[in-house]
């Protein structure tokens, strides 16, 4: 059996819809996917030890002028790359909002990013973040893939694999000996290593140079992704004393853990994993945590946990599938986890095909880390659709949402967030807030103490309702009213 390997998603459609001049591949066609070179065998974050996550975000109200989640890694060995990656994420929000002033856009301008290791040995780490831009007209989509070198502590360019400015043109004159045979629509000629043509550069397992062009780079923007694969033997000479050891890394042992298993979805499960509190007939309340896991989630872990309070966490998939060892403490100390898509992009901007594929992936690799199907949908920034309904119904999702939101995304201190959602939360409440900020967490224990004192119990989303039990594709806002079936 060929050994199980994490693959980029794009880069298989960028194969299906471009691999041959660029129609798109039939859908009545049975389509084989052969080896292909500049796929990189991405490394399973949940096997890098000292691996935690980071998330800039911003949008989640009716009233935000654009949606945006940042993601990436902080790795406990490579403080120069975290730093790197930290102002990278700075820099790309800044920006984000510069170009994105005009209030009342619909749908909102988008920014997404996201991560893979592209190498993770004691030779060098990368870390590839995808940039995702909605203005108005689709994604656009950009990689970077940023480098670590840990004999000499730096955090470089993916440039630094080669081995000085003289070696750009001549791998440039190799990019375009791959991409001949790509079709007339691929602009060979542009390529000539100047500028950042070159900030996103990977091996793949054989040791080849992966070279990857940002959407609309070197040909029309449908064309998506483009990417070649310089052979080892040919890049070889134009290598750094860096770049020779990055590439042995990733020819070394397999450092990918084992493909995760997945259990058959069961919907009763999860969903119905209730206390035993009765919402029906005690004052109920269902803290709802999103975003996470993040670097702030254990410690919110201790203080529920301490209070003896349970809680619903709707985990984004790539940080879960980050952090599994989270999700499992989150599971085995009574709380409930849920679904927050794999990216965390605006699902009711998607076709249904993606929609299904964040969610699908997300559960998953919740079904990994804790042996049991998640059966609620966080939809990111709240944002429906009927395509989400349907995928939801035909995946066996309830969708929820809230009715008191702890804006603890607007700032302000844990004193602030803790006043202003005690004021408002009334009973069968469900409460938004975001286990990756660090005043969100200083709160929860003023919240909880408040609220038990006004004669609170805090359980998990289901328990609300009890033994009417949530349905697949309703939506749920709070225990206090009816779910919707529809937008
Ligand atoms: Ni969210």
């Given at each position: 059996m060929p050994k199980p390997r994490f693959f980029s998603g794009i880069a298989l459609l960028a194969l299906l819809a471009g691999g041959c001049g660029l129609a798109g591949a039939s859908p009545e066609r049975d389509v084989v996917v052969p080896a292909e070179p500049t796929l990189i065998d991405f490394?399973?974050?949940?096997?890098?030890?000292?691996l935690s996550t980071r998330t800039l975000t911003e949008g989640n109200s009716s009233t935000s002028v654009r949606y945006a989640y940042i993601k990436y890694p902080e790795l406990a060995d490579a403080p120069a790359l975290n730093r790197a990656l930290a102002e990278q994420a700075r820099r790309q929000l800044r920006d984000f909002r510069e170009r994105t002033r005009r209030r009342g856009v619909r749908p909102r301008p988008e920014l997404n990013v996201d991560w893979q290791l592209a190498a993770a040995s004691s030779q060098a780490i990368a870390v590839r973040l995808r940039t995702g831009e909605f203005l108005g007209a689709g994604w656009g989509n950009s990689t970077r893939t940023l480098w670590f070198d840990p004999r000499e502590g730096k955090a470089v360019g993916s440039t630094e694999l080669l081995n000085g400015p003289e070696a750009l043109p001549r791998l440039a004159a190799l990019v375009r000996e791959q991409l001949e045979g790509r079709g007339a629509q691929v602009e060979q000629d542009v390529v000539t290593g100047g500028g950042d043509e070159f900030d996103s550069m990977a091996f793949n397992h054989s040791g080849d140079l992966v070279v990857e062009f940002d959407d609309c780079?070197?040909?029309?923007?449908?064309?998506g992704r483009i990417a070649v694969a310089v052979p080892a033997g040919q890049v070889a000479p134009l290598l750094s004393a860096f770049g020779r050891r990055a590439q042995e890394g990733v020819q070394g042992d397999d450092v990918s853990g084992p493909f995760p298993h997945v259990p058959a979805h069961s919907p009763a499960a999860a969903s119905n994993k209730a206390g035993t509190v009765d919402c029906a007939k005690v004052k109920c309340v269902a803290l709802t945590f999103e975003d996470g896991p993040g670097p702030h989630t254990g410690r919110l872990l201790d203080v529920l946990r301490k209070e003896r309070a349970r809680a619903t966490f709707f985990t984004v998939g790539s940080s879960a599938a980050a952090q599994p060892e989270l999700l499992r403490r989150m599971s085995s100390e009574g709380h409930l986890v849920g679904n927050?898509?794999?990216?965390?992009?605006?699902?009711?901007?998607?076709p249904t095909s993606r929609i299904a594929d964040e969610l699908g992936r997300t559960e998953a690799a919740v079904a990994a880390a804790i042996g049991q199907s998640p059966t609620l949908v966080r939809p990111p920034y709240g944002a429906v659709s009927r395509d989400l309904y349907d995928v939801a119904r035909t995946m066996g999702f309830a969708l929820v949402t809230w009715d008191v939101d702890s804006r603890d995304l607007e700032g302000g201190k844990g004193a602030d967030i803790a006043a202003r959602t005690v004021r408002e939360t009334h009973p069968g409440a469900i409460i938004l807030m975001h286990d990756i900020h660090r005043e969100t967490v200083d709160a929860v224990p003023d919240i909880l103490k408040r609220l038990r004192g006004k004669g609170y119990s805090f359980v998990t989303v289901p328990e609300l309702y009890g033994p009417a039990h949530m349905q697949a594709g309703h939506l749920y806002r709070s225990g206090a009213s009816r779910p919707v079936s529809s937008p």
């Amino acid at each position: 059996m060929p050994k199980p390997r994490f693959f980029s998603g794009i880069a298989l459609l960028a194969l299906l819809a471009g691999g041959c001049g660029l129609a798109g591949a039939s859908p009545e066609r049975d389509v084989v996917v052969p080896a292909e070179p500049t796929l990189i065998d991405f490394v399973d974050p949940a096997t890098v030890t000292g691996l935690s996550t980071r998330t800039l975000t911003e949008g989640n109200s009716s009233t935000s002028v654009r949606y945006a989640y940042i993601k990436y890694p902080e790795l406990a060995d490579a403080p120069a790359l975290n730093r790197a990656l930290a102002e990278q994420a700075r820099r790309q929000l800044r920006d984000f909002r510069e170009r994105t002033r005009r209030r009342g856009v619909r749908p909102r301008p988008e920014l997404n990013v996201d991560w893979q290791l592209a190498a993770a040995s004691s030779q060098a780490i990368a870390v590839r973040l995808r940039t995702g831009e909605f203005l108005g007209a689709g994604w656009g989509n950009s990689t970077r893939t940023l480098w670590f070198d840990p004999r000499e502590g730096k955090a470089v360019g993916s440039t630094e694999l080669l081995n000085g400015p003289e070696a750009l043109p001549r791998l440039a004159a190799l990019v375009r000996e791959q991409l001949e045979g790509r079709g007339a629509q691929v602009e060979q000629d542009v390529v000539t290593g100047g500028g950042d043509e070159f900030d996103s550069m990977a091996f793949n397992h054989s040791g080849d140079l992966v070279v990857e062009f940002d959407d609309c780079q070197i040909g029309p923007c449908p064309l998506g992704r483009i990417a070649v694969a310089v052979p080892a033997g040919q890049v070889a000479p134009l290598l750094s004393a860096f770049g020779r050891r990055a590439q042995e890394g990733v020819q070394g042992d397999d450092v990918s853990g084992p493909f995760p298993h997945v259990p058959a979805h069961s919907p009763a499960a999860a969903s119905n994993k209730a206390g035993t509190v009765d919402c029906a007939k005690v004052k109920c309340v269902a803290l709802t945590f999103e975003d996470g896991p993040g670097p702030h989630t254990g410690r919110l872990l201790d203080v529920l946990r301490k209070e003896r309070a349970r809680a619903t966490f709707f985990t984004v998939g790539s940080s879960a599938a980050a952090q599994p060892e989270l999700l499992r403490r989150m599971s085995s100390e009574g709380h409930l986890v849920g679904n927050h898509s794999w990216a965390h992009r605006d699902l009711s901007k998607q076709p249904t095909s993606r929609i299904a594929d964040e969610l699908g992936r997300t559960e998953a690799a919740v079904a990994a880390a804790i042996g049991q199907s998640p059966t609620l949908v966080r939809p990111p920034y709240g944002a429906v659709s009927r395509d989400l309904y349907d995928v939801a119904r035909t995946m066996g999702f309830a969708l929820v949402t809230w009715d008191v939101d702890s804006r603890d995304l607007e700032g302000g201190k844990g004193a602030d967030i803790a006043a202003r959602t005690v004021r408002e939360t009334h009973p069968g409440a469900i409460i938004l807030m975001h286990d990756i900020h660090r005043e969100t967490v200083d709160a929860v224990p003023d919240i909880l103490k408040r609220l038990r004192g006004k004669g609170y119990s805090f359980v998990t989303v289901p328990e609300l309702y009890g033994p009417a039990h949530m349905q697949a594709g309703h939506l749920y806002r709070s225990g206090a009213s009816r779910p919707v079936s529809s937008p």
